[in-house]
C-alpha cells in the first residue's frame, strides 16, 4: 500500500523559511519522480516543483511563482523528497501536497498547511 506522509508546515512571517518533508513507503522510491503541489483557499491546486527518479538524473522543475526561492530535493537513503522554501510570501499560503504517479495510481498526501503572514 502506497503511503505518502508530509510534515513542516507551520506559521511563519514573510521573509522566513520552512522546509517541507514527505516519506513514502510501499513504493520503488528510486525509480519514481516526485512532486510537490499546493493549493490556496478558493483556487485551484498548482504544481509547485519536481524532482525526477534518481535513475532519470533527478532533475528538478520549479512552477515560476517560487524559481530561486524553493528547492526541491530527494533523500532516496530514507525514501523522503523535500521542498526547501525560502524567501517566503503571503501568496504561498496554502496546503502543499506531496505527490506521484506510477502505473498503478496517482497517489497523495494528506497535506500540511502553511500559513505566511504578512
Known amino acids: 500500500q502506497v503511503q505518502l506522509v508530509e510534515s513542516g508546515g507551520g506559521l511563519v512571517q514573510a521573509g522566513g523559511s520552512l522546509r517541507l518533508s514527505c516519506a513514502a513507503s510501499?513504493?520503488?522510491?528510486?525509480?519514481?519522480?516526485m512532486n510537490w503541489y499546493r493549493q490556496a483557499p478558493g483556487k485551484q491546486r498548482e504544481l509547485v516543483a519536481s524532482i525526477t527518479s534518481i535513475v532519470s538524473g533527478g532533475s528538478t522543475n520549479y512552477a515560476d511563482s517560487v524559481k530561486g526561492r524553493f528547492t526541491i530535493s530527494r533523500d532516496n537513503g530514507k525514501n523522503t523528497v523535500y521542498l526547501q522554501m525560502n524567501n517566503l510570501k503571503p501568496e504561498d499560503t496554502g496546503v502543499y501536497y506531496c505527490?506521484?504517479?506510477?502505473?498503478?495510481?496517482?497517489?497523495w498526501g494528506q497535506g500540511t498547511q502553511v500559513t505566511v503572514s504578512s
Open positions: 510501499g513504493i520503488d522510491f528510486r525509480r519514481i519522480a
Open positions: 505527490n506521484t504517479g506510477t502505473t498503478s495510481g496517482n497517489y
